[in-house]
T-cell receptor, first 114, second 114 residues
């Protein structure tokens, strides 16, 4: 059972544009929603994370929007740059209430064209 | 940010041999570490939870006798792939949590069994 569904599978954006990646979850016990960036051959790196008591969180060019009632959250990358080209994973866990292992989405391969 | 170091970054071994992968938290203590497996262009799948001073907890379908996990100290967990076969070839990644929230990942280990 896939508990975190991520879309799109791949995304091509022009330099300076906005990249938007969406995730939906099923388990209402999830209480921590991070986004990770992964370059080929490397481990994932934490970009930004949000808890369900907040509807939006912004860090630099990265923004998470969270809709608790719809059980959806999204990552927006503003002013996308070629260096942002990577695979992005959303994830979820019950950090504060139990199991801390992350359940990952299927990933989105982002390509930012110069 | 916190650093999790994984070693080796890549290894090639012959079928039937065993390979040990180390995961260290360099600047914080981790009572729990996680081991993931990632196939090309796919997401991370949790294999097991490594608990300091006690037995690891394996996910359904993961052979505990093939993937031996030892968490001997608060900064070191090891994954040993025993009697490796070509189908064990994959990208293995560990993670550790600082405090109760953020998960930091190692660089990953590319295992190729020939």
């Amino acid at each position: 059972q896939q508990q975190v569904k991520q879309s799109p599978q791949s995304l091509i954006v022009q330099k300076g544009g906005i990249s938007i990646i969406n995730c939906a979850y099923e388990n209402t016990a999830f209480d921590y929603f991070p986004w990770y960036q992964q370059f080929p051959g490397k481990g994932p790196a934490l970009l930004i994370a949000i808890r369900p008591d907040v509807s939006e969180k912004k860090e630099g060019r990265f923004t998470i929007s969270f809709n608790k009632s719809a059980k959806q959250f999204s990552l927006h990358i503003m002013d996308s740059q070629p260096g942002d080209s990577a695979t992005y994973f959303c994830a979820a866990s019950t950090v504060y209430t139990g199991r801390r292992a992350l359940t990952f989405g299927s990933g989105t391969r982002l390509q930012v064209q110069p | 940010g916190a650093v999790v170091s994984q070693h080796p970054s890549w290894v090639i071994c012959k079928s039937g041999t065993s390979v040990k992968i180390e995961c260290r938290s360099l600047d914080f203590q981790a009572t729990t570490m996680f081991w993931y497996r990632q196939f090309p262009k796919q997401s991370l799948m949790l294999m097991a939870t490594s608990n300091e001073g006690s037995k690891a907890t394996y996910e359904q379908g993961v052979e505990k006798d093939k993937f031996l996990i030892n968490h001997a100290s608060l900064t070191l967990s090891t994954l040993t792939v025993t009697s490796a076969h070509p189908e064990d070839s994959s990208f293995y990644i560990c993670s550790a949590h600082r405090a109760s929230t953020e998960a930091f990942f190692g660089q990953g280990t590319r295992l190729t069994v020939v």
